[in-house]
C-alpha cells in the first residue's frame, strides 16, 4: 500500500474569475511535515481553502488525489470526515453554540463516518478534558461559546484543541502561528508535535521563520506567483528570512528568460 497521503498535479484554481492557483505540484507522505512559505498573494490561503472544498474556489485543472481518491469529487464535509483538517488563520466566534457542544458534534460525526461507536455527553468531557493537556487550555473554556471572547492565542489553542479530538490524516495549518506571542507560540506548536505520528501527515502555510523553530519541518517549499517554485530543508526557510524573497524575483525571472 501506497504511504502517500496527498498527492498534488498541475492544479489551477480561480478566485472571481481571476487565477490564482498556476499549476501547483505536491506530494506529502505519511509521517512528513511539509511547510509552504511565500508573499502575501502568492497563492498559499487559496492553497489551503481548494484542498478543503471552500466554495468560492474554482478547480480549473489538474488533479488532487488523497489516499489514493479523487479528492475533488468530494464535498467538503466529506473531505473533513475523511481526516482532512483546516485550522483556520481567522477561527469564527459563534455565539450561543458552547465550545463543549461543537467539539462532540464533530468528534461524533467522526466517530461515526469511522464506523465507531459515538458518545455521550459524560463519557465525553472525559476524552476532551484528557485532550486538553495537549494545548495547555483551562477547561472553563469548555463552557463557553465557540471562540467568543477568546484570544487570539486562545482561539488557536482551541483550533488544535479540534485537531486533536479529529485525529486527522492531513492537518493543513493556515498561518497558525499569526498573531501569536511567543509562548502561545510554543504552545500550539507544542500541541502539533505531540499530535505528530508516522501515519499522519501535516501542511503549515506560514510567513515566518519562527513557526519552524518549533516545530520542524522534513521540507519546506515556497510559493510564488501560484506555483511551488523552490523547495529545500529548513535551511531554506532561514535563507528567506535573511534574504526576504526579493531574491526570488530573480531567480524567476532568470528561469522565464
Given at each position: 500500500m501506497s504511504d502517500t497521503i496527498l498527492s498534488v498535479k498541475n492544479l489551477t484554481a480561480n478566485v472571481d474569475g481571476t487565477p490564482i492557483l498556476k499549476g501547483v505540484n505536491l506530494e506529502i507522505k505519511a509521517g512528513e511535515i511539509h511547510a509552504i512559505m511565500g508573499r502575501n498573494g502568492s497563492g498559499k490561503s487559496t492553497?489551503?481553502?481548494?484542498?478543503?472544498?471552500?466554495?468560492?474556489?474554482?478547480?480549473?485543472?489538474?488533479?488532487?488525489?488523497?489516499?489514493?481518491?479523487?479528492?475533488?469529487?468530494k464535498e467538503p464535509h466529506e473531505r473533513s470526515l475523511g481526516g482532512i483538517f483546516l485550522a483556520f488563520q481567522y477561527p469564527l466566534e459563534i455565539p450561543g453554540v458552547s465550545n463543549l457542544d461543537f467539539l462532540r458534534v464533530a468528534y461524533n460525526?467522526?466517530?461515526?463516518?469511522?464506523?465507531?461507536?459515538?458518545?455521550?455527553?459524560?463519557?465525553?468531557?472525559?476524552?476532551?478534558?484528557?485532550?486538553?493537556?495537549?494545548?495547555?487550555?483551562?477547561?472553563?473554556?469548555?463552557?463557553?461559546?465557540?471562540?467568543?471572547?477568546?484570544?487570539?492565542?486562545?482561539?488557536?489553542?482551541?483550533?488544535?484543541?479540534?485537531?486533536?479530538?479529529?485525529?486527522?490524516?492531513?492537518?493543513?495549518?493556515?498561518?497558525?502561528?499569526?498573531?501569536?506571542?511567543?509562548?502561545?507560540?510554543?504552545?500550539?506548536?507544542?500541541?502539533?508535535?505531540?499530535?505528530?505520528?508516522?501515519?499522519?501527515?501535516?501542511?503549515?502555510?506560514?510567513h515566518y521563520q519562527r513557526l519552524l523553530d518549533y516545530i520542524q519541518p522534513h521540507y519546506v517549499h515556497v510559493m510564488y506567483d501560484g506555483r511551488i517554485v523552490k523547495t529545500g530543508g529548513k535551511e531554506l526557510a532561514l535563507e528567506l528570512e535573511q534574504k526576504g524573497y526579493d531574491f526570488l524575483d530573480q531567480q524567476v525571472l532568470a528561469e522565464v528568460g
Open positions: 492553497f489551503s481553502k481548494v484542498l478543503t472544498g471552500h466554495p468560492d474556489y474554482e478547480v480549473t485543472g489538474g488533479e488532487v488525489i488523497y489516499l489514493g481518491e479523487n479528492l475533488l469529487e460525526a467522526r466517530q461515526k463516518h469511522l464506523g465507531k461507536e459515538e458518545v455521550d455527553s459524560f463519557d465525553f468531557e472525559e476524552i476532551v478534558e484528557e485532550k486538553l493537556g495537549v494545548v495547555q487550555m483551562n477547561p472553563s473554556f469548555l463552557g463557553r461559546s465557540l471562540n467568543e471572547g477568546f484570544s487570539g492565542g486562545e482561539k488557536k489553542r482551541n483550533e488544535i484543541l479540534q485537531m486533536a479530538l479529529l485525529d486527522p490524516t492531513l492537518g493543513i495549518l493556515d498561518e497558525i502561528d499569526s498573531g501569536l506571542d511567543i509562548d502561545a507560540l510554543k504552545i500550539v506548536a507544542g500541541g502539533v508535535n505531540q499530535l505528530t505520528t508516522p501515519d499522519n501527515a501535516f501542511l503549515l502555510i506560514t
